[in-house]
């Protein structure tokens, strides 16, 4: 086979309209994040280009290094991971009181965010070969997945750190843990509540009270999820237009680019928009769970799963936020929110995901 | 089989997860259709007329008292008139403000106004103060007045009064509004646009303090602005009060004294480092910096020769002159380059390299204390000479020259050891012989702040140990201990006494308490000398050190010293406990 018809196959096993939805997506992120900036200069919609160009470029490396080897290399990256998380704690500069952040030449990077993508590599690998659905692999799973969730909760960030939970359950599902675990999952987790709330920062738990009476606290956070409500309900079926939001350009939402970018684009927008945006997700998330059907590799099938618990959980807190219907945790919208970590790291994930589509007969058993 | 079936399973789990996914997709659809379709109408009302208001609640800075509660800044109760930027956006309301405020003797144009709302505009819901300082009989009026613009809101405000004036201007500073600068600085701290901040002094270094925590109240108005129901309340807590450990009176009486002069006084505790004066003159009224400056009057008082807002006794440099000489005398004890019995001769100059350096007259032979209590250049040149720089510096270092003394009050200069390595690297020469003798008088380019001076004193009076200047007692005691044997220190002591006793400092002796001490004077021009006396009483049981510095004085001995005498004098006598 020559090299130019190797391309071409490479080529055309890719997942066009899958690629599209995503620009698309991102392309509608960088229109909001503009009219959420509106009037301050374009400093943040330079940047969300310049992370949108880096994404891309991360996208196209992963895809040609392949999913293959990202297995082989998932425990040493994983190893990483865990040391990088345990220095920034010691190091880290404390950005709004927590340590999530690395500073590369003037370029700042969350070290958590892309440890999302490894934890659904290392658990794909360690998981598919492990064909005895016991007790104590279920119990050796979690110990993993605390080795660096734990760390990440003590940046403190609440909202990531549910994330890892959320792939360690969706790779557990995807494996097929059996549903008595499952139910053992659900119980502890709410039997940790209590035991789990004094730990939490005063902050966090405000945003938890805020969610459940938003009236406690009207001054501060309850003053966010009040306005958010009031942004996605007054955007109507067809929204106010292109910079009309009077939520977002009178100040009444915090964060408007990052946090609430939903709601600033469900005002303007409308109940048309805002489905539409949700109609993409759907799209993309089927696209995803399709790679994962189609593939013989069981790693990909269980990283598949991770990976659809990943984008899925971060749409559901997001949107459901900005309704008021969940507690702000300040998770990013997949593609659409600014902010450079979050997109690199889902980016790299489609490179790898898309490189599965390569082979998809090749088994791994 | 079971090869088979695994698989299976796992695609199984993948389809149900898939719509387990499309499930919360669809729930999100149904909880945007029930807000954005079926109650679109309420929150457009809401968003059109967003009728959440959140107003600021002040709270009482804190007290500063001095040593014996007397208040030297106080809060009293003011009124001011704020408003909401989202109810004053049209021209129309503005003009009519403007005209309202006019009516009653405010004058603030419609341009004013829209300045007012830029410069303290954080959300359009947050007041923001339109006019301050109002008293209760002015604010009576205007609320009573049927025309009074339902977009205004009454609110009572805090004002700073500094009753003690310029006296403690430099110790307890003042504050003003908060700036573009420290707002980015400080704004995670909740500071916003219109506060107050301390700005220098006290009042800038104990803010965390002084500042207490803002309240808020948050109220629901209808759509023509007007008050429906308040919604939440958080009272604001009022700063906390400050002792300092000055004494006013003293303070009072030493402003009396350095009245039409230029120079700083410090005095301070010899155990503690217990501040008790602190004065720098001239000074300057912190009562209309509270209240804001006009742009032409700050720069008349930033541009005025003399300087009046630079603490002299903490960021002034000036060369030690022979108040230095004690560092050589310690350093030559210690380290036992001399004996308290050593003498040299002097002939009223000495040939150092081809440059003679003068002494004030022939002194013949001096022991140390003969050469402290003459002021002995000759003796000294001779002792640095044998020394060399680099002890000399070092034991400067250790006295506490050359690095602040900590004292909690904004701008404190660090000083200028001048060294080998200084001279090396500023102007690329090496050091000479005659450098030291210069260094070891305290001229050439060595520079301190009055107060290391008083700091080493201190250390001289106690026995060895170096205290941290501290204002509060709350700030507790600290310090560092030299290690010199009281031997060495009772030599310097003694030589210290026979200063006052029958030395150049005989004046600071003339008021009835036993001083000890050291003059030195500077020459800083053809006919200009700035004037220094550090020295501490009672010279036999220390209570206070002092420092007295006079710019373009006469000379140390005739000038200044009978002021130290003259305020230890006062302060043993007439404010002992």
Not at chain 1, 4 to 26: M, N, R, T
Not at chain 1, 147 to 173: H, K, N
Not at chain 2, 22 to 32: C, G
């Amino acid at each position: 086979m020559t090299e130019s018809s190797k391309l071409k196959q490479v080529f055309a096993s890719l997942d066009l309209p899958l690629i599209a939805a995503i620009a698309i997506l991102y392309g509608l992120g960088v229109m909001t994040i503009y009219s959420a900036t509106y009037g301050q200069g374009l400093g943040y919609v330079e940047r969300q280009l310049i992370n949108g160009i880096v994404a891309a470029m991360a996208m196209v490396v992963f895809f040609f290094i392949g999913i293959r080897r990202f297995f082989e290399w998932s425990y040493l990256l994983y190893g990483l991971l865990v040391i990088s998380l345990i220095a920034l704690l010691f190091l880290g500069d404390a950005t709004r009181g927590s340590h999530r952040w690395v500073y590369l030449g003037g370029f700042a990077f969350q070290p958590s965010e892309m440890g999302k993508l490894i934890l659904c590599l290392a658990l794909a690998r360690f998981l598919a070969l492990k064909k005895d659905k016991s007790f104590s692999i279920f119990l050796e799973v979690l110990g993993l997945s605390a080795a660096s969730g734990l760390f990440v909760l003590l940046q403190p960030d609440l909202g990531t750190s549910i994330i890892y939970v959320v792939i360690t359950i969706s790779c557990l599902w995807v494996w097929g843990l059996p549903k008595k675990y499952f139910a053992a999952i659900v119980g502890s987790g709410l039997a940790c509540i209590p035991i789990g709330w004094p730990f939490l920062r005063d902050y966090q738990k405000l945003r938890i009270l805020t969610f459940l009476n938003p009236n406690i606290d009207p001054l501060g956070a309850g003053y966010n999820v009040i306005q958010s409500r009031i942004a996605v309900g007054s955007g109507g079926v067809f929204g106010k237009g292109f910079l009309k939001g009077t939520q977002s350009k009178l100040q009444f939402l915090p964060e408007p680019h990052t946090d609430f970018i939903f709601g600033v684009f469900a005002e303007e927008f409308g109940f048309v928009g805002a489905f539409l945006v949700l109609c993409l997700y759907a799209f993309v998330l089927w696209r995803i769970l399709l790679v994962g059907l189609k593939s013989k590799d069981l790693r990909v099938k269980i990283f598949v799963g991770g990976f659809t618990g990943w984008i899925l959980f971060h749409v559901f807190e997001s949107v459901g936020m900005s309704m008021g219907l969940l507690p702000v945790t300040g998770l990013a919208l997949p593609f659409m929110s600014y902010g450079g970590s979050s997109i690199i790291s889902l980016s790299c994930g489609f490179g790898l995901l898309l490189s599965a589509c390569l082979d998809f007969p090749k088994r791994y058993e | 089989m079971k090869r088979l079936d695994l698989p299976l399973t796992i695609d199984k789990r993948l389809l149900y997860f898939s719509y387990f996914a499309f499930a919360i997709l669809l729930f999100l659809m149904i909880a945007l259709f029930v807000f954005q379709v079926m109650h679109g109408d309420d929150y457009v009302r809401l968003a059109t007329e967003n009728r959440l208001r959140v107003i600021r609640l002040s709270p009482r800075r804190g007290t500063i008292f001095d040593a014996n509660q007397i208040p030297l800044a106080v809060s009293i109760s003011t009124f001011s008139i704020q408003g909401y930027p989202l109810s004053m956006q049209s021209e129309e309301t503005i003009e009519r403000i403007a005209s309202f405020l006019g009516k009653h003797g405010i004058v603030k144009r419609p341009e004013d106004l829209k300045e007012t709302l830029k410069s303290q505009y954080t959300v359009p819901y947050r007041s923001v103060t339109l006019v301050n300082n109002l008293t209760l009989a002015q604010m009576a009026t205007i609320v009573a007045d049927p025309e009074f613009p339902q977009e205004l809101v009454p609110v009572s405000q805090w004002r700073r009064v500094y009753p003690a004036g310029e006296v403690m201007s430099h110790v307890v500073g003042y504050v003003g509004s908060i700036n573009k600068e420290e707002l980015k600085r400080y704004g995670s701290r909740g500071y916003q646009g219109g506060d107050e901040i301390g700005k220098s002094g006290v009042e800038a270094k104990f803010e965390h303090l002084l500042r207490g925590n803002f309240g808020g109240e948050a109220i629901e108005v209808d759509a023509r602005g007007r008050l429906v129901r308040k919604l939440d309340f958080k009272p604001s807590e009022h700063g906390k009060d400050v002792v300092l450990t000055l004494d006013l009176i003293a303070q009072q009486k030493v402003s009396e004294l350095m009245e039409g002069k230029r120079g700083g006084v410090i005095v301070m505790d010899v155990q503690r480092g217990d501040v008790v004066v602190l004065y720098s003159s001239p000074s300057y009224d912190p009562n209309p910096l509270a209240w804001g400056l006009r742009d032409f009057e700050w720069r008349a008082l930033t541009k005025d020769p003399s300087y009046p807002m630079m603490n002299r006794v903490i960021g002034g440099l000036y060369s030690p002159a022979s108040t230095f000489k004690i560092v050589a005398a310690i350093a030559g004890l210690a380290e036992g380059v001399i004996t308290p019995k050593t003498t040299f001769y002097c002939p009223g100059y000495l040939e150092v390299g081809n440059r003679r350096f003068r002494c004030v007259r022939p002194h013949g032979r001096e022991d140390i204390v003969g050469a402290l209590r003459d002021s002995c250049n000759v003796f000294f040149f001779q002792l640095g000479l044998k020394l060399g720089v680099d002890v000399l510096s070092d034991w400067a270092y250790r006295l506490g020259f050359g690095r602040p003394t900590g004292i909690s009050l904004p701008g404190e200069a660090t000083g200028n050891l001048a060294g080998r390595r200084w001279k090396k690297v500023t102007f690329g020469e090496s050091w000479y012989l005659g450098d030291t003798a210069n260094y070891v008088i305290g001229q050439g380019f060595l520079l301190v702040t009055p107060i290391q001076l008083a700091r080493a004193y201190a250390a001289v009076a106690n026995g060895g140990f170096l205290p941290r200047p501290r204002l509060i007692e709350a700030e507790g005691l600290d310090g560092e201990e030299i290690s010199i044997d009281d031997k060495v220190l009772s030599v310097i002591r003694k030589g210290l006494e026979e200063v006052v006793k029958s030395g150049t400092g005989r004046a600071a002796g003339a008021y009835g308490v036993k001083v000890a001490g050291k003059t030195g004077t500077v020459q800083t021009s053809r006919d200009k000398n700035d004037a220094l006396f550090v020295g501490y009483a009672p010279a036999d049981s220390p209570k206070y050190v002092i420092v007295v510095l006079l710019e373009e004085g006469e000379s140390g001995g005739r000038a200044v010293a009978p002021l130290a005498g003259e305020i230890l004098a006062y302060l043993l006598k007439e404010r002992g406990e």
